[in-house]
């Protein structure tokens, strides 16, 4: 199960077609605090994350799960508008395994989901 947390319906609209289309289960949150909710109940897979959003940003919210034992391991993947050098840094500072920039490339996206969550049999 993948877990991705964006403000902008249309993003998770996306990400949630082209992932289950592979046969991944989507679970999304329009926000990190509903993000934190429902961490506090599942362990999913793989975390994509936008860094701007209202309240918890991605990247206290990636902060948040890398301090969490039963989540430290979770791949985290940024999926942002935030592009320079340093939000790269940043990103990879906090525990990011991968720091993508948006417009989404669907297929970039699945190929890279892949490879830290083989698509369910």
Do not use: W
């Not at 890398?66 to 500072?93: M, N, W, Y």
Request: aromatic content about 6%; proline content about 7%; overall charge neutral.
């Amino acid at each position: 199960m993948i877990l991705a947390v964006d403000d902008d319906p249309a993003v998770l609209r996306i990400i949630e077609a082209q992932l289950t289309r592979h046969d991944y289960v989507v679970k999304k949150a329009s926000s990190g605090e509903e993000a934190l909710e429902m961490l506090a109940k599942l362990t999913p897979s793989v975390l994509i994350f936008d860094v701007m959003m209202p309240g918890i940003s991605g990247y206290d919210l990636c902060h948040l799960v890398k301090r969490e034992p039963r989540l430290r391991a979770v791949p985290v993947i940024f999926l942002t508008s935030q592009g320079t050098p340093k939000d790269f840094k940043t990103g990879h500072d906090l525990g990011a395994v991968l720091y993508m920039v948006k417009p989404l490339k669907a297929d970039k996206l699945v190929n890279l989901i892949h490879m830290f969550s083989p698509a369910p049999v």
